[in-house]
């Protein structure tokens, strides 16, 4: 199983920029899509967005659409949340996932592995 683990989290004013990280190891990187989450207190795991295991493939949330960016980099085993214009909403637990296979997913339950999660915080 895909050992990850999350970055870049923190403190982020309503209008700013973040940048999450997600460091894999113990698989074939490559050979898997990704994607990130997010959960809310008293909220369930939220589906935020995912890339295919080329990275020629991207899926946004219609709440981030347009703001964040998912990308990776199968070179470092990393991939990465580029969030702008950070909005109170955005406020969560932020998860990186890798998925059964290849191809972009929307579900928790396509997750194979977990990252044990950062904290995004977006002050008004």
């Known amino acids: 199983q895909v050992h990850l683990v999350e970055s870049g989290g923190g403190l982020v004013q309503a209008g700013g920029s973040l940048r999450l990280s997600c460091a894999a190891s113990g698989g074939i990187f490559s050979s898997y899509a990704m994607a990130w989450f997010r959960q809310a207190p008293g909220k369930e795991r939220e589906f935020v967005a995912t890339i295919n295991w080329s990275g020629g493939r991207t899926y946004y949330a219609d709440s981030v659409k347009g703001r964040f960016t998912i990308s990776r980099d199968n070179g470092k085993n990393t991939h990465y949340l580029q969030m702008n214009s950070l909005k109170v909403e955005d406020t969560a637990v932020y998860y990186c996932?890798?998925?059964?296979?290849?191809?972009?997913?929307?579900?928790?339950?396509?997750?194979?592995?977990w990252g044990q999660g950062t904290q995004v915080t977006v002050s008004s």
């Open positions: 996932s890798a998925g059964r296979g290849a191809n972009v997913y929307t579900r928790p339950r396509d997750s194979d592995s």
